[in-house]
């Protein structure tokens, strides 16, 4: 005679195991990249041109060039960053303009003043040519993305910075201070704003965020007290620049003198 109770116990311990067998089966898989290939096609050669994707760019790039080469000044001469050994004439219109335009945004957000700006040489990818000055003129010369912030320093960090630039022997632009180097390789009569460095007075420095953080081992940025970022590249103060101008000025004075 058959169990029935033996045999319903098996039938459903089955139906149970058949019911799990199909939704583990039917569960969701997961698949992990183990390979990537990529084709070039290039766009910009005539003979690989896609009609439709040049059609498509044509009216924004048409319309980017007409603003990057608008007229917007004059220069005189061509201003180079080789021209000179301390101090450069597109060093010292790079400095000045960022302090200047730099400082009506300070003024107006802190109500302070920026006393000091210092840049890096490196930072200037080109010359400013004589004739027609661009906005693509300012690309040229500023083609990175670099904004303007200003630091806390103490006067002790002044000193620094000074010694740092004789070390360097680089001109590296710069407004805001004048100092002697005398014949011991030494700074003397180091003035910011016209009047002598105070260790323990604090100076406000306009630079850009890479150099803020110590980069080109400025070091001494990285001992401010107090940092500002104004959120504005230095391309746009060029450009706010030329904008305001109709011709550029050769600036030859001096601010670093050798003994």
């Not at 100092?179 to 260790?199: A, E, M, R, S, Y």
């Not at 104004?230 to 003994?259: C, G, H, S």
């Amino acid at each position: 005679m058959v169990n029935l109770k033996k045999y319903n116990d098996v039938s459903k311990l089955f139906v149970i195991f058949l019911t799990f067998f199909f939704v583990a089966s039917c569960s969701k898989q997961n698949y992990y990249v183990t390979k990537i290939e990529g084709k070039r096609i290039p766009i910009t050669e005539k003979a690989n041109q896609v009609p439709q994707i040049e059609n498509f760019i044509k009216p924004y790039r048409e319309h980017i060039n007409k603003d990057l080469d608008s007229v917007l000044a004059y220069c005189p001469e061509t201003l180079d960053k080789s021209t000179g050994k301390w101090q450069t004439t597109i060093g010292n219109l790079m400095a000045d303009v960022t302090l200047m335009k730099g400082n009506i945004v300070f003024q107006a957000r802190e109500k302070k003043n920026i006393a000091i700006c210092l840049l890096n040489s490196g930072g200037i990818r080109s010359i400013l040519p004589k004739g027609n000055v661009t906005a693509r003129t300012a690309f040229e010369i500023m083609p990175f993305e670099n904004s303007l912030v200003v630091i806390a320093l103490k006067g002790e960090q002044i000193l620094e910075m000074v010694d740092y630039f004789i070390a360097e022997k680089k001109p590296h632009p710069l407004a805001g201070v004048t100092f002697t180097i005398d014949k011991n390789n030494l700074p003397k009569n180091i003035l910011v704003q016209g009047k002598p460095v105070q260790k323990e007075t604090i100076y406000y420095v306009g630079t850009n965020d890479y150099l803020s953080n110590g980069g080109d081992n400025m070091n001494f940025f990285k001992k401010g007290v107090q940092k500002f970022d104004l959120d504005y590249k230095l391309r746009n103060i060029l450009i706010d620049y030329f904008k305001e101008v109709d011709t550029i000025p050769v600036i030859n004075d001096v601010r670093i003198t050798v003994e």
